[in-house]
């Protein structure tokens, strides 16, 4: 089975059904049994289809009488890699690319379809190509063919940023993604993991923001590295950092984790704790929790325990801090889960809002109201788990103010005795916007992502007489001692 057979059969697998392109081939090349070369270009022709899905789409709907969508999915894709290879892969020349395009279509099609991705390739190669959509007469439209994104995406992003700032975020999630490790503080300082991996051969440069990371250069598969199998680094973009710094876990402390897989805030968590203290990490997903299991194990980490379950009915406290990295339609890493961005693609422009809160809520049995996202729920109980004067610190990897700002708004006036914290104490002032933490690739070249921390005010002393009445019915108050910032 070669590589081309597998970017296919994952291709059309995954447009037919509803798993992650990364599920999908992954479980291909176990199958297959290819060499090192033939998987990376199994993988390049996969992703990269997916990443210019809209820009090839538009090209080939120009050359397709009724259009792409009128053709059998496995013709559809066979015409998406030809014209991928054609116009982003040099070191393939485009006959090359015809031919064996050809030859997928007479393997999952017939005689015509083979003829008709035949016609319509070499119609692309010398032929002048039509102009795309112009920018100054529809932006939107431009921006979404041009730059291969959701115009429903598109659209808010123009409005909220500016159409510069939507480029450039574009720009960012069409490359290919860093590859970015945390040094395991438990186990190696920074030097000592960059060593390491210098030891097997892999060349590394700082991170841009925080002391603790590394980009590995050269891309690739990092787990068969001793370094990662021994436990020194966890692959982790930097953006994740953010909302561990903002909870500040201290040594000693307890704490709940409440989404808590694959484990990469958990496990830094763990580290700013120097393994002293405790942490309970949930995973509703019994799959995940397993992995982030497994992750606990590689990385030595000897103070938190996985709970598998719903986090809105299993977590008890109380806890010291708590952290919800929040189920989100994860705007803010369109580049690294390359195929998230087309189920944008469902959603009517004029219900984008609602959908958006859609894709975010429980069961309907677990819902509380229609219009109640999972967002809120999970912070509604995790108020009443934290501590007087410990904080919660509610994250998502997403840009979309439904899933951020406004769920902090509703819930503070829900639950006035929590007030927001400046975040600028805790993380760089370059991520701060509005007191939250606020991560955006245009202008910080990372992932996307937002983070805000709640702080449980203490309650007000009783009166003389209140107090006397408490202790006459045994239930006085106990205050316990203020902890000091570190």
């Not at 015809?98 to 997928?104: F, G, K, R, T, W």
């Not at 440069?205 to 603790?212: L, S, V």
């Amino acid at each position: 089975m070669d590589a081309r057979k597998i970017a296919l059969l994952s291709l059309a697998e995954w447009e037919s059904g509803d798993q992650t392109i990364d599920a999908v081939l992954d479980r291909e090349l176990r199958s297959a049994g290819l060499d090192v070369r033939d998987t990376a270009l199994a993988r390049n022709l996969t992703y990269g289809v997916l990443r210019w899905k809209g820009r090839l789409d538009w090209v080939l709907d120009q050359y397709v009488k009724g259009g792409l969508r009128s053709l059998p999915i496995a013709i559809r894709n066979a015409l998406r890699l030809g014209l991928y290879q054609i116009d982003y892969l040099d070191r393939i020349p485009p006959r090359a690319a015809v031919n064996e395009s050809v030859n997928l279509a007479k393997r999952y099609g017939h005689k015509g379809t083979a003829g008709l991705v035949n016609a319509v390739l070499r119609n692309i190669l010398t032929s002048l190509r039509p102009d795309f959509p112009v920018l100054d007469r529809d932006p939107v439209k431009h921006v979404s063919v041009v730059y291969s994104h959701p115009t429903v995406l598109v659209e808010r992003w123009i409005e909220r940023y500016g159409l510069e700032a939507t480029v450039l975020s574009c720009e960012y999630f069409n490359e290919v993604p860093r590859l970015v490790a945390r040094a395991n503080g438990l186990s190696v300082s920074l030097g000592g993991l960059t060593q390491a991996l210098r030891a097997e051969g892999r060349e590394t440069r700082p991170g841009r923001y925080f002391d603790e990371c590394v980009e590995i250069l050269g891309g690739g598969d990092v787990t068969a590295l001793r370094s990662f199998q021994d436990g020194l680094l966890q692959i982790q973009d930097e953006s994740t950092l953010a909302a561990v710094r903002l909870l500040d876990p201290r040594p000693g402390e307890e704490i709940i984790d409440m989404c808590a897989a694959p484990g990469g805030k958990t496990t830094y968590i763990a580290e700013r704790m120097k393994g002293r203290g405790s942490i309970r990490a949930f995973e509703i997903s019994r799959r995940r929790a397993e992995m982030l299991t497994s992750n606990l194990r590689r990385l030595s980490i000897p103070n938190c325990d996985v709970l598998c379950g719903e986090a809105t009915t299993e977590v008890t406290g109380p806890a010291d801090g708590i952290l919800i990295d929040a189920p989100c339609t994860g705007t803010g890493t369109l580049g690294r889960r390359i195929d998230s961005r087309w189920k944008f693609d469902l959603l009517a422009r004029e219900r984008v809002r609602q959908d958006i809160e859609e894709l975010s809520r429980l069961h309907p049995r677990q819902i509380f109201a229609r219009q109640t996202s999972r967002q809120l729920r999970l912070l509604m109980h995790a108020a009443d788990l934290v501590r007087e004067s410990g904080r919660i610190v509610y994250s998502t990897c997403s840009l979309e103010p439904e899933e951020n700002e406004q769920v902090i708004e509703s819930f503070l006036r829900k639950r006035p005795e929590f007030v927001l914290e400046d975040a600028s104490f805790f993380v760089p002032n370059m991520f701060v916007d509005g007191g939250f933490v606020r991560i955006l690739p245009h202008r910080h070249a990372i992932d996307g992502g937002f983070a805000a921390r709640l702080v449980k005010r203490e309650s007000p002393p009783l009166k003389a007489a209140e107090a006397t009445k408490a202790e006459a019915l045994g239930r006085a108050p106990v205050k316990e001692p203020a902890k000091e910032r570190a």
